[in-house]
Structures are given as C-alpha cells and as structure tokens.
C-alpha cells in the first residue's frame, strides 16, 4: 500500500518560513521523481517544484529564489522549504510521486499553509 504523508504546513506570517515533509512508504522511492504541488481556492493545482530521482530540481517561477526541493533517500522522504513566504502562497500543498514513465503516480493528502499580511 504506497502512503505519501505531508507534514508541516501551518499559519505563518509573510516573509517567514516553513519547512513541508513528505515521508512516503510502499514505493521503491529512489526511483520516483518527487514533486511539490500547491492549490488554492478557486484556482488548478499547479507544480511547485519537482526533483529527480537524480537529484535535478526545476521550480514555478514563482518560487525561484524562495523555495528549495530536496529528497533523502534513506529516509524516503521530500522536503520543500519554504522562505520570503507570501500571502500568494496560500494554498494547500500536495506531495507527488511519479515514475519517469509516468505509469505510477501517486499523491498525499495536502498540507495546509496560510500566509498572513
């Protein structure tokens, strides 16, 4: 049974940070691409950042600068932390996992930020 479990989320204020975690079970996870996606109300979930099971990482420009994806293998686990947050950045964050072919994929249940002004 694969289980991808977010932690981490919470009420910030802007310009804070937070660190979100992703422990996931049940998959071989080195050979996952792991990726970050957010949703907010009224609005399609979109790509936060990604990270290869080589160790690449592509982010939104939205988050260049402010965001950093990482991923420990021996714990099966993926970060995103999250500083310089904004109110825009309010949304619930999934975790994904996804073969490179893309026949296995897998999300978690979200986590919540909310950024204050």
């Known amino acids: 049974q694969v289980q991808l479990v977010e932690s981490g989320g919470g009420l910030v204020q802007a310009g804070g940070s937070l660190r979100l975690s992703c422990a996931a079970s049940?998959?071989?996870?080195?050979?996952?691409?792991m990726g970050w996606y957010r949703q907010a109300p009224g609005k399609q979930r979109e790509l936060v950042a990604v990270?290869?099971?080589?160790?690449?990482?592509n982010y939104a420009d939205s988050v260049k600068g402010r965001f950093a994806i990482s991923r420990d293998n021996a714990k099966k686990t993926v970060y995103l932390q999250m500083n310089s947050l904004k109110p825009d950045d309010t949304a619930v964050y999934y975790c994904?996992?996804?073969?490179?072919?893309?026949?296995?994929?897998?999300w978690g249940q979200g986590t919540q930020v909310t950024v204050s002004s």
């Open positions: 049940g998959i071989i996870f080195s050979i996952f691409h």
């Open positions: 990270i290869t099971s080589g160790g690449n990482t």
């Open positions: 994904n996992a996804q073969t490179m072919s893309g026949s296995q994929t897998y």
